[in-house]
């Protein structure tokens, strides 16, 4: 086999790996709008928060200590424990269902019945001051996350590989374990929405709100569940992107990474958001593999967008979308 | 007692029809305009000028732009960023490419490339709606960026990739490169910038204005008493695409000097100028420059306070910041959904009724 091919699908490999990264940022993104019609925005940084909030507790560092010192004129920085990783990841899961409950409570309790651009602009803001609020609370510097998972080549496809092709695929351990992650959560997600009696109340509030109210179900349960299940999927996102590239600003960004993929996917649908990441992660490195080198390369920054956006002008809803229906 | 319409007569179709029929806001408007040309220019100093009147003309120029684009024509648009950098990029093209002509005319023609750019991006708006087009803007960012950062041509093959501003003047006034005076740079960008804002006051007052917001409010009824919306959607995102560039080519070559194009026209620009229209209230000329000045002034004065005050380091400062921000566009938010123009709004039909309010 010419070596081009070879290369070719090691690529094709390591582009569906990243996809299902990809997707797992998008997931929360879906969950949040089927369920209330939030396009949040502050998904990316409430992996980074997330990420960051794990980091903290495990080394024991005292939160605001940089602001404490500043005001108080103090010195401190740590508890001076360390704690395992199941029990951190427990309580900043605690956190997060906190973090949902007020945002709720403060943020969007307050907007009922505003357009959704408004929302949208809120979780924008949400997004800065959540972005400042970490900061503050844990210090801006890289820090590196490791909860135990595996990193580095798999030398079992090294070597199987190695034994077919002559050539041995690097693939990262780390993002076997994402995807085996990923997949164990979208089934643990459907599972819920599907056989539990507040997933049965999160689909029929997604269906419509007002018949679920008439039929009392609690809509504001209902968000702020849903809230906290998309600061889970944060988390997960934050744990896998926070090992594999450290806790620092630039995991936010990956909310825009996720944007295309939701795009492609259609807002609304769960396995929309996998197949979206699959074909944008697959999509991205092999164009960047094939024609990246005769453009300038790094391309990656926008190929999934202009992907998306061609895509959208034949099937503007996405993949598996609900059919946009405009009423007069 | 000061504002009222009780006893103002008009006598004429012109009069009636005027920008500003309260004969309180015409001497306002007018009073703003004298100190601005003739008295801010006096006593202004490198600082004030740096810190605060040149970017809070300049955004104020994009935020009219965007703000025809978003609050009147309802298309969101994440794309700003992207396309201030095609009004930069124009802009430094022309004058490399002219070194004679006025800078007035470069200006002027980088907001015109960048409109044929906009109305080429804005050619999906018309299968993609809503969320999907806001989402969809953010490829014309990404893509621009990217070709500003790769393309040799574009930055005449300098090795730093950067872009620097040539001296150039205006009637012999130099207002771009380093020997430029501080006064000439505000009237410049002023100049610019009232010519906007009357442009863009007529235009939205006008027909073209309505079938913007018959589109705005919705599209599928605006259709079918007669507005085009193919011709709608792509002149409101030429002439806002001709706004945002020219504010390009004036942060590029009067404000900044030099530019490298991920830092200053990245994402984070595009959001910018999106809570500029959102603080300072959607589909309102007057909301642009609120919300503008607003943005402009918040972080001076954060920093004054939390830096030159309380004496704390620079980077907490600037978490403390991103705090803030985000905190007051909540608050803002769920106060007053329609921003500052709104509250002067309120304010105005207090005016009419004071001091005798029942």
Same mark, same amino acid.
Not at chain 1, 197 to 217: I, N
Not at chain 1, 282 to 290: A, D, I, P, S, T
Not at chain 2, 310 to 331: N, Q, R
């Given at each position: 086999?010419?070596?081009?091919?070879?290369?070719?699908?090691?690529?094709?490999?390591?582009?569906?790996?990243?996809?299902?990264?990809?997707?797992?940022?998008?997931?929360?993104?879906?969950?949040?709008?089927?369920?209330?019609?939030?396009?949040?925005?502050?998904?990316?940084?409430?992996?980074?928060?997330?990420?960051?909030?794990?980091?903290?507790?495990?080394?024991?560092?005292?939160?605001?200590?940089?602001?404490?010192?500043?005001?108080?004129?103090?010195?401190?920085?740590?508890?001076?424990?360390?704690?395992?990783?199941?029990?951190?990841?427990?309580?900043?899961?605690?956190?997060?269902?906190?973090?949902?409950?007020?945002?709720?409570?403060?943020?969007?309790?307050?907007?009922?019945?505003?357009?959704?651009?408004?929302?949208?602009?809120?979780?924008?803001?949400?997004?800065?001051?959540?972005?400042?609020?970490?900061?503050? !609370?844990?210090?801006?510097?890289?820090?590196?996350?490791?909860?135990?998972?595996?990193?580095?080549?798999?030398?079992?496809?090294?070597?199987?590989?190695?034994?077919?092709?002559?050539?041995?695929?690097?693939?990262?351990?780390?993002?076997?374990?994402?995807?085996?992650?990923?997949?164990?959560?979208?089934?643990?997600?459907?599972?819920?929405?599907?056989?539990?009696?507040?997933?049965?109340?999160?689909?029929?509030?997604?269906?419509?709100?007002?018949?679920?109210?008439?039929?009392?179900?609690?809509?504001?349960?209902?968000?702020?569940?849903?809230?906290?299940?998309?600061?889970?999927?944060?988390?997960?996102?934050?744990?896998?992107?926070?090992?594999?590239?450290?806790?620092?600003?630039?995991?936010?960004?990956?909310?825009?990474?996720?944007?295309?993929?939701?795009?492609?996917?259609?807002?609304?649908?769960?396995?929309?958001?996998?197949?979206?990441?699959?074909?944008?992660?697959?999509?991205?490195?092999?164009?960047?593999?094939?024609?990246?080198?005769?453009?300038?390369?790094?391309?990656?920054?926008?190929?999934?967008?202009?992907?998306?956006?061609?895509?959208?002008?034949?099937?503007?809803?996405?993949?598996?979308?609900?059919?946009?229906?405009?009423?007069? | !007692?000061?504002?009222?319409?009780?006893?103002?007569?008009?006598?004429?179709?012109?009069?009636?029809?005027?920008?500003?029929?309260?004969?309180?806001?015409?001497?306002?408007?007018?009073?703003?305009?004298?100190?601005?040309?003739?008295?801010?220019?006096?006593?202004?100093?490198?600082?004030?000028?740096?810190?605060?009147?040149?970017?809070?003309?300049?955004?104020?120029?994009?935020?009219?732009?965007?703000?025809?684009?978003?609050?009147?024509?309802?298309?969101?648009?994440?794309?700003?960023?992207?396309?201030?950098?095609?009004?930069?990029?124009?802009?430094?093209?022309?004058?490399?490419?002219?070194?004679?002509?006025?800078?007035?005319?470069?200006?002027?023609?980088?907001?015109?490339?960048?409109?044929?750019?906009?109305?080429?991006?804005?050619?999906?708006?018309?299968?993609?709606?809503?969320?999907?087009?806001?989402?969809?803007?953010?490829?014309?960012?990404?893509?621009?960026?990217?070709?500003?950062?790769?393309?040799?041509?574009?930055?005449?093959?300098?090795?730093?990739?950067?872009?620097?501003?040539?001296?150039?003047?205006?009637?012999?006034?130099?207002?771009?490169?380093?020997?430029?005076?501080?006064?000439?740079?505000?009237?410049?960008?002023?100049?610019?910038?009232?010519?906007?804002?009357?442009?863009?006051?007529?235009?939205?007052?006008?027909?073209?204005?309505?079938?913007?917001?018959?589109?705005?409010?919705?599209?599928?009824?605006?259709?079918?008493?007669?507005?085009?919306?193919?011709?709608?959607?792509?002149?409101?995102?030429?002439?806002?695409?001709?706004?945002?560039?020219?504010?390009?080519?004036?942060?590029?070559?009067?404000?900044?000097?030099?530019?490298?194009?991920?830092?200053?026209?990245?994402?984070?620009?595009?959001?910018?100028?999106?809570?500029?229209?959102?603080?300072?209230?959607?589909?309102?000329?007057?909301?642009?420059?609120?919300?503008?000045?607003?943005?402009?002034?918040?972080?001076?004065?954060?920093?004054?306070?939390?830096?030159?005050?309380?004496?704390?380091?620079?980077?907490?400062?600037?978490?403390?910041?991103?705090?803030?921000?985000?905190?007051?566009?909540?608050?803002?938010?769920?106060?007053?959904?329609?921003?500052?123009?709104?509250?002067?709004?309120?304010?105005?039909?207090?005016?009419?009724?004071?001091?005798?309010?029942?």
């Amino acid at each position: 086999m010419p070596e081009q091919v070879i290369f070719g699908m090691e690529v094709f490999l390591n582009g569906l790996m990243a996809g299902v990264l990809y997707a797992l940022v998008a997931l929360g993104f879906v969950l949040i709008y089927k369920a209330s019609g939030i396009f949040n925005y502050a998904q990316g940084v409430m992996a980074l928060f997330s990420a960051m909030t794990l980091v903290g507790m495990m080394n024991g560092q005292v939160p605001f200590s940089h602001l404490i010192n500043a005001v108080f004129g103090t010195d401190i920085h740590h508890f001076g424990w360390h704690l395992p990783a199941l029990i951190g990841i427990l309580l900043t899961m605690a956190i997060m269902v906190l973090l949902a409950w007020l945002v709720q409570k403060i943020i969007f309790k307050h907007l009922v019945n505003q357009e959704p651009i408004i929302l949208f602009m809120a979780t924008i803001g949400l997004a800065y001051f959540m972005e400042g609020f970490g900061d503050l !609370m844990w210090g801006g510097e890289i820090k590196k996350l490791d909860v135990g998972i595996p990193q580095g080549i798999n030398l079992w496809i090294d070597e199987a590989t190695y034994n077919i092709f002559d050539y041995g695929f690097f693939i990262d351990n780390l993002d076997i374990f994402a995807t085996i992650v990923a997949a164990i959560l979208v089934l643990a997600l459907v599972a819920f929405s599907q056989y539990t009696k507040q997933g049965r109340a999160m689909r029929a509030v997604a269906d419509d709100h007002q018949a679920a109210l008439s039929v009392g179900v609690s809509l504001n349960f209902i968000w702020v569940m849903v809230w906290s299940l998309a600061g889970f999927v944060a988390l997960v996102a934050g744990i896998m992107w926070g090992t594999k590239s450290g806790v620092q600003f630039s995991l936010s960004l990956i909310a825009l990474k996720a944007l295309p993929v939701l795009m492609l996917g259609g807002f609304t649908s769960i396995p929309g958001a996998i197949v979206g990441g699959l074909i944008i992660g697959v999509g991205e490195k092999m164009f960047e593999f094939l024609v990246g080198p005769l453009i300038g390369g790094a391309t990656e920054n926008w190929f999934a967008y202009v992907l998306a956006l061609l895509f959208l002008v034949f099937r503007p809803q996405g993949l598996f979308g609900e059919k946009i229906i405009e009423r007069v | !007692m000061l504002y009222r319409e009780a006893g103002d007569f008009k006598t004429t179709y012109k009069e009636d029809n005027q920008t500003f029929p309260i004969k309180f806001d015409r001497y306002r408007y007018y009073f703003v305009l004298i100190v601005a040309f003739l008295i801010i220019p006096f006593w202004i100093n490198d600082y004030w000028v740096n810190a605060i009147f040149l970017p809070f003309l300049i955004y104020s120029i994009a935020a009219i732009g965007l703000n025809i684009l978003v609050g009147y024509c309802g298309q969101v648009s994440l794309g700003t960023g992207g396309f201030m950098a095609v009004g930069a990029y124009a802009v430094y093209k022309l004058m490399t490419a002219f070194p004679d002509v006025s800078i007035m005319i470069h200006v002027v023609l980088a907001g015109a490339i960048t409109a044929c750019v906009g109305v080429l991006f804005g050619l999906p708006s018309l299968r993609i709606k809503g969320f999907y087009l806001a989402v969809a803007t953010l490829a014309a960012q990404f893509f621009l960026v990217w070709i500003f950062n790769r393309v040799p041509w574009f930055y005449n093959y300098s090795a730093s990739g950067q872009i620097n501003a040539p001296e150039r003047t205006f009637f012999g006034v130099p207002v771009t490169g380093a020997n430029a005076d501080s006064w000439a740079t505000y009237l410049f960008c002023l100049i610019i910038l009232t010519v906007c804002g009357i442009v863009a006051r007529n235009l939205t007052r006008g027909s073209i204005g309505r079938k913007w917001m018959a589109i705005r409010d919705m599209d599928i009824a605006a259709e079918i008493i007669g507005v085009n919306p193919l011709k709608t959607k792509l002149t409101a995102f030429a002439i806002s695409s001709f706004y945002v560039g020219v504010a390009g080519a004036l942060l590029f070559t009067v404000y900044l000097g030099s530019v490298e194009v991920g830092e200053a026209f990245g994402v984070g620009k595009s959001f910018l100028i999106l809570f500029m229209i959102i603080i300072g209230g959607l589909g309102s000329i007057f909301g642009s420059f609120a919300g503008a000045a607003f943005m402009v002034l918040m972080p001076v004065l954060l920093k004054n306070v939390m830096v030159g005050q309380l004496g704390w380091a620079t980077d907490l400062a600037a978490h403390f910041e991103f705090v803030i921000v985000g905190g007051l566009i909540i608050v803002f938010l769920i106060l007053e959904p329609h921003g500052i123009a709104q509250l002067w709004r309120i304010t105005k039909e207090k005016l009419r009724l004071w001091p005798f309010p029942h």
